[in-house]
């Protein structure tokens, strides 16, 4: 599993595919009438032309992205109403994920049902997707731009319903019409023919160059479908700038994309196999232990006020495996590190639970270095501790 981060977006403009599909709501709706509970004279004048289409769009005039306003309400569909829009919606392109927060909330209007309990069904059973998460907002409602959890392979699946419009062996489940309208060019949003973030967007997909169409998330997650090539690419990653990916994506696979086959013969695709098993993120190792013999195994130190709230930290330590103990307001855990290979954990770190493969190495005789990879994230940390 891991964070789709804005990948989200496009499960939920496909959850709106399927409500407007069986007549829950109409993309000219506007935004207002789901919500009359919260409509005042202020808001009425303000969100009186904004419609289901300009959230799909990111074209909803406002000036800023609503998310921090949202994030920082409990009523995040009031806090999003209240908030001034400046331009005509479908004008000015803004990328905003609060309006997908509002598709969302949409959809838990007009369904009674959160976002996932929407698609297990008509998306996620069909495709064969399992164990997908996702966030949500403190009134129980998902998040929508962000914060659902999912295999790398179920993203590419994701990829290919859209490729093939709408069809899932033999069965369907998008309309044809609207895989056609959720992937072609709604608005503009760059004028530099060399970036990809300036190819115009859709329906909560971007467009590409190459005639491509993606869902992308933050940290290196695409879905990349290359309908001229019956392509889809799916990438999870950590990196920062996203622009060199999709560079090398275009020089490097592009081009290999032809009507030949890939391989020749069983040999060629053993060996394919034996490449991808081997991949592996490699373990530094400067020492194998301390040269002062772990003189400061299970020795218990205090903390001071910090952040984490942690107020202490045992370390335990062996030519083998380390592990490190810390204590805070609530519980005490113990983060597994392998002395030279990778071990696995489960630990509740910066206000999260997450999947932990660590490994640690002795930098100089007091400096141990441990490397937490957190396999379900693009995220990755370093932390140096220095005895004395």
């Known amino acids: 599993m891991v964070e789709a981060n ?3 977006k496009s499960f939920t403009l496909t959850a709106i595919g399927m409500a407007v599909n069986e007549g829950l709501l109409s993309l000219d709706d506007t935004v207002i009438s789901f919500f009359p509970e919260e409509v005042t004279p202020s808001i009425a004048s303000n969100m009186a032309s904004l419609k ?3 959230l799909l769009t990111m074209s909803t005039g406002h000036a800023i992205d609503t998310t921090p306003v949202i994030a920082s309400n409990e009523n995040g569909a009031k806090a999003f109403l209240e908030i001034p829009i400046v331009h005509e919606p479908g004008t000015a392109f803004l990328y905003n994920t609060g309006a997908t927060y509002m598709l969302s909330a949409i959809l838990n209007k007009v369904t009674g049902k959160n976002l996932l309990e929407i698609l297990q069904p008509r998306l996620f059973e069909p495709l064969g997707m399992s164990g ?10 998902h998040v929508g731009g962000f914060g659902m959890s999912i295999k790398t392979e179920d993203i590419a699946k994701l990829g290919l319903l859209y490729l093939q419009k709408g069809m899932r062996n033999g069965e369907r ?8 309208e959720a992937t ?5 949003n760059g004028i530099d023919p060399d970036s990809d973030w300036a190819q115009g967007y859709g329906f909560q997909f971007w467009r590409c160059r190459h005639d491509a169409y993606r869902a992308d998330g933050a940290f290196e997650q695409f879905c990349i479908v290359l309908p001229e090539k019956e392509a889809v690419i799916a990438i999870t990653g950590g990196a920062m700038e996203m622009q060199s990916i999709l560079d090398c994506v275009w020089e490097h696979l592009l081009p290999g994309m032809s009507d030949t086959p890939l391989y020749e013969g069983p040999e060629d695709e053993e060996m394919l196999e034996r490449k991808l098993n081997s991949l592996s993120y490699p373990v530094q190792v400067i020492k194998t232990a301390s040269s002062d013999d772990h003189k400061w195994h299970d020795k218990s130190y205090e903390i001071g006020p910090n952040d984490a709230g ?4 045992t370390f335990h330590l062996s030519n083998n495996e ?4 810390f204590q805070d307001n609530t519980e005490t855990q113990t983060l597994r590190i392998g002395n030279g290979h990778w071990l696995d954990s489960q630990n509740y770190i910066a206000r999260e639970h997450m999947k932990v493969k660590a490994s640690g190495t002795w930098r100089k005789k007091n400096v141990l270095e441990i490397t937490l990879r957190f396999v379900e994230t693009a995220y990755c940390d370093i932390w140096r501790v220095s005895f004395r």
Do not use: D, M, N, Y
Not at 132 to 141: E, F, N
Not at 173 to 180: F, S, Y
């Open 173 to 180: 489940i998008l309309r044809e019409e609207w895989v056609k």
């Open 322 to 325: 380390f592990s490190l103990t």
């Open 184 to 188: 072609a060019f709604h608005v503009a």
């Open 132 to 141: 997908i998460t996702s966030l949500s907002c403190p009134r129980g409602i």
């Open 6 to 8: 804005s990948i989200s």
């Open 52 to 54: 289901v289409r300009h």
């Open 310 to 313: 942690i107020t202490q930290i």
